[in-house]
């Protein structure tokens, strides 16, 4: 690989670690419905394991309330079954038509601890990074070892790494902040 390539690895592979995280954060219940808590219930339809986002209409008709309409009517059993199962910690109620989920507002105990996940998934994120930025200075120091960059050279690139690592962990802090205040919303 030469020095651009292991750049440009380096780059996409930081970002995607970042986008990991974001993804994670966005799965984690804040005071506000959101949809994305649903995303790890899997229903059985008709054989095969489906997330529920695939076999029904998921709304927000109030803050704290998600709203689920199955395509398949027969579904909303299975569907309430796989939501009790979830580590939701909300009870469906099934009106025969859709499926309401009402979420109660979060105490003070619950939000330290969904801050605590946060703090842990984003510690996760930036060990990632790192070990993005060690595996591209592990591939630059082989290329001047095969002596096809100057050592110079790899010392610019070293600096241009750790500029992009500290870029990419300072993201993560700042996305971290941002769900921390989301969290801490009454």
Do not use: W
């Amino acid at each position: 690989m030469d020095v651009n390539g292991i750049m440009k690895d380096a780059e996409h592979r930081m970002k995607q670690a970042i986008e990991a995280a974001l993804h994670d954060f966005q799965r984690i219940r804040t005071g506000r419905a959101n949809p994305m808590v649903l995303e790890r219930v899997h229903v059985d339809y008709y054989g095969a394991e489906s997330p529920v986002n695939q076999v029904a209409t998921i709304s927000v008709p109030e803050a704290r309330q998600l709203m689920i309409t199955p395509f398949d009517k027969s579904m909303l059993g299975v569907i309430e079954r796989a939501i009790l199962k979830s580590d939701l910690g909300v009870t469906p109620n099934n009106d025969g038509v859709n499926i309401r989920l009402n979420f109660p507002a979060m105490n003070e105990e619950r939000r330290k601890e969904l801050t605590k996940q946060v703090h842990h998934r984003t510690e996760e994120g930036c060990v990632a990074v790192r070990n993005v930025r060690r595996d591209a200075l592990h591939h630059l120091q082989a290329l001047q070892k095969n002596k096809e960059i100057s050592e110079d050279d790899l010392k610019g690139l070293e600096k241009k790494i750790q500029e992009m690592t500290d870029k990419h962990v300072d993201e993560m802090h700042a996305l971290q902040k941002k769900k921390d205040a989301e969290l801490m919303e009454v």
